[in-house]
C-alpha cells in the first residue's frame, strides 16, 4: 500500500494494491501496518459504519462534527467516483482554509484519512456513486455542522460541467468567516488533543 501526505496536516492518502484475475479482484482498502507506518499511530476504533449513495453532481459537506467530541474518518469509493475534499476547517492549524482533493472510485481504492476537525466534503462524478465510511463517533445530529461548499473564500475546485446538487442543508449552510465568527469551527490544540485520545 502507498501512503501520501494531503496539503492538509494530518490528513492522508492511501492506495492498496490490487490483484485481478479471470474471476474479478481483491484488494484492502485499509491495512493497519501502512496506516501506523504514515501517521505514527494506530486507526482509531470504529464507533460506526458509513454508506452513501449519489448520483452524478450531488456535493455532500463541507461537514464536520463539534470538538468535543470530534470524528475522525477514513472513507472510500467501492463503485462510482467521486472528488474527495480535505478542508483545514481547525482554528490555529499550520493549514487552517486549506484544501486537497483525492479522486476515490473502484479502479485504484484510493482511501482517505481525515483527522478529528477536518472538513470533507465530496461531489459524486458518476451515477450511483457510493462513499463507505469508518467514523471515531456515533451520528448525533446536534453535532453535525457544515460549511457552504461553494463559499468563494475556500475556493473547492469542482469539475466543469457538473451542476451541483446540494441537500437543503448543505444550501444554506454559513461561509467559512460565518461560520468561524460564530465560534462554530474547531480549534487546532483540542482536535490534536482528541486524537491522542482516538488513537493511544
Sequence with gaps: MKARGLAVDGAFEFTPKTFPDDRGLFTSPFQEAAFTEATGHRLFTPAQTNHSRSRAGVVRGVHFTTTPPGCAKYVYCPRGAALDFVVDLRVGSPTFGQWDVVRVDPVDFRAVYFPVGLGHAFVALEDDTVMSYLVSSAYVAEHELAVHPLDPALGLELPDGLEP?????????????????????PRYEECLRLDRELTA
Design 165 to 185: 446538487l446540494l441537500s437543503d442543508r448543505d444550501a444554506v449552510a454559513p461561509s467559512l468567516a460565518e461560520a468561524g465568527a460564530a465560534g462554530l469551527l
